[in-house]
């Protein structure tokens, strides 16, 4: 599946819910069945530092292409996390630094989160692309 | 004026707002309270009727803006009864009033390897500012312990204070636990050593009734914001002898007396602790919240609360995997609590979406969460308009928001 292709499906997913609160259960649960970053990578050196959570955020480089984990110690911020793993995880660097996370907006993700929580997951994403961008430097 | 909730209610126009279309449920007092309208319409009246600086002025509004100043300064001396008014200085809050101290206090009476104590249960406000002068004159901070339920053990405070004691510095109220210290008790054990005491009294002027005399408290601070008075403003009470022994802390405009190149003299008391332009719009509207409260009575207010604190222990007790932080017997204002292992931050979200405001995370008081090996709380904190029916509305909120976290 293509970045976008993947953004549509979560966007069809939250489609017909109404209450910003299914919504909100909708991300828990996706949080919920991330399997999360492995112990030896939930460090210092992974961590974005939000105001109030934690996100751990790995990436490995295998055959051109970008692999994430992601996991928190908040469930809201481990569902949003779980979702930009979901998205841009087994991307090259190129699509992953290219691409446009319109879900976000179109799940109605940022009128529903805290501006602490928004913030972080803006850094959660621009360390997403800071790895890609790495990636793509280490192959040139 | 008697007790009527309803009526105070109607004092606070914010109160008839709408969060998220739910109809606003305001538990965030410990960080601040709202406004009756009358605290709002005497600042507004003061800019447009009785503006001008004040002190020195010869010219009318001048005067009355002074005369309105000090009638304020007045009004806090009747309020926490403290013998002259001249022991009321006005600060922008608790944490510059604790500041003052710590640097002129610091300055002048302490010496490197000196002591000053406070407990572990301090707001980082009544930490911070010793750690400034632990640095800068290498004096020693040390810690009155606290149990599991969040009580001081007052036992450790004999062995803590020592010939080189120079100032215990503690609150009266925990603003995280919730535990209400026995200063009057821990301010004896220290005046038998001729130890003075200083009390952070951010989070039990606004529930309580405080008399400074009778606690023969040496220092007593508090934030005006937090007893419904305007942000920005704050008393910092001292001894006429303390305040008189100890320098000035800022310098500048009113707290001079003569100034010349060769030796500045300072002002008299409390003025040469104000330096600048004094907040006279704030501390005018300050006494207006203070009136208001005096008003309905500080002892209704305390009953009220405390009726408030014991029907949430109560109602949040029914929460599955619910646990209390702070189980003091003696408690006031406010319940911090966790559910299960459900982050605080992710239960405050969802129940800010109901329309409750509660606090969560550390509360400035990391030293008592390490204590309990906790990232943080759900913290409720009550003023006096809350009502049960709000505590009801906190409860649901609570339970459905747990349900969202249940591991299926």
């Not at chain 2, 909730?5 to 309270?33: C, H, Q, S, W």
């Given at each position: 599946?293509?970045i976008a292709?993947k953004q549509d499906e979560i966007i069809a997913e939250f489609e017909?819910l109404?209450?910003w609160?299914?919504k909100y259960?909708q991300i828990?649960?996706k ?24 996100v ?14 992601g ?5 809201i911020s481990?569902g949003i996390v779980s979702m930009l793993v979901e998205v841009l ?7 992953i630094?290219?691409t446009d996370l319109y879900f976000i907006d179109q799940i109605g993700l940022k009128e529903h989160l805290s501006p602490?929580r928004s913030n972080g997951m803006l850094a959660m994403v621009n360390q997403m692309k ?11 | ?408």
């Amino acid at each position: 599946m293509t970045i976008a292709e993947k953004q549509d499906e979560i966007i069809a997913e939250f489609e017909f819910l109404d209450d910003w609160l299914d919504k909100y259960q909708q991300i828990i649960d996706k949080g919920m069945s991330n399997p999360g970053v492995d112990e030896e990578y939930k460090i210092d050196k992974y961590l974005i530092e939000g105001c109030q959570s934690k996100v751990w955020v790995h990436a490995e480089f295998k055959d051109g292409l970008v692999f994430f984990q992601g996991e928190s110690n908040t469930d809201i911020s481990g569902g949003i996390v779980s979702m930009l793993v979901e998205v841009l995880s087994g991307h090259t660097p190129d699509e992953i630094l290219e691409t446009d996370l319109y879900f976000i907006d179109q799940i109605g993700l940022k009128e529903h989160l805290s501006p602490t929580r928004s913030n972080g997951m803006l850094a959660m994403v621009n360390q997403m692309k800071m790895y890609a961008l790495a990636f793509k430097s280490q192959q040139a | 004026m008697s007790f009527d909730i309803n009526k105070i209610r109607e004092d606070f126009p914010i109160l008839k707002k709408e969060i998220y279309g739910k109809p606003l449920v305001y538990l965030d007092n410990a960080a601040t309270t709202q406004k009756p309208l009358c605290v709002v319409e005497k600042i507004s009246e003061n800019y447009l009727n009785n503006n001008a600086n004040i002190h020195r002025g010869v010219h009318f509004l001048s005067q009355v803006a002074t005369e309105a100043h000090e009638a304020a300064r007045e009004t806090v001396r009747k309020f926490i009864n403290a013998k002259h008014s001249r022991e009321i200085v006005f600060t922008r809050g608790t944490t510059e009033a604790i500041n003052l101290v710590a640097s002129s206090f610091g300055r002048s009476q302490c010496k490197a390897g000196d002591e000053i104590i406070v407990s572990h249960m301090e707001h980082h406000s009544n930490i911070v500012p010793w750690q400034l002068l632990q640095e800068e004159k290498g004096i020693v901070l040390k810690v009155i312990p606290f149990d599991e339920n969040g009580v001081l053990q007052l036992d450790k405070l004999d062995e803590l204070i020592t010939e080189k004691t120079k100032l215990i510095s503690i609150a009266h109220v925990s603003n995280t636990l919730g535990t209400v210290n026995p200063v009057a008790e821990i301010i004896t054990k220290a005046h038998s050593h001729n130890i003075p005491v200083l009390v952070d009294g951010a989070q039990s002027v606004p529930h309580m009734p405080v008399d400074v005399q009778a606690l023969d408290a040496d220092f007593y601070v508090f934030s005006g914001h937090k007893i419904y008075g305007p942000t920005g403003i704050g008393v910092l009470y001292g001894k006429e002898e303390w305040l008189e022994r100890i320098p000035p802390y800022q310098g500048g405009g009113e707290m001079i007396q003569k100034v010349t190149f060769e030796k500045t003299t300072f002002n008299e008391l409390p003025f040469k602790f104000e330096a600048g332009t004094p907040d006279y719009i704030g501390s005018t509207a300050l006494a207006e919240a203070l009136n208001y409260v005096s008003a309905i009575g500080m002892e209704e207010i305390a009953a009220h609360e405390q009726e408030l604190v014991r029907y949430t222990l109560e109602r949040l007790g029914e929460v599955e995997d619910i646990r209390f932080i702070g189980n003091a017997p003696k408690r006031s204002g406010l319940v911090s609590f966790l559910v299960g292992n459900i982050h605080p931050y992710d239960l405050g979200s969802i129940i800010d979406k109901l329309g409750i405001a509660v606090r969560t995370g550390h509360h400035c008081a990391e030293p008592v969460m390490a204590a309990f090996g906790i990232e943080g709380t759900v913290r409720a904190s009550f003023g006096i308009y809350n009502t049960k029916e709000e505590i009801d509305i906190l409860v649901a909120g609570v339970q459905r928001a747990a349900k969202m976290f249940r591991r299926k």
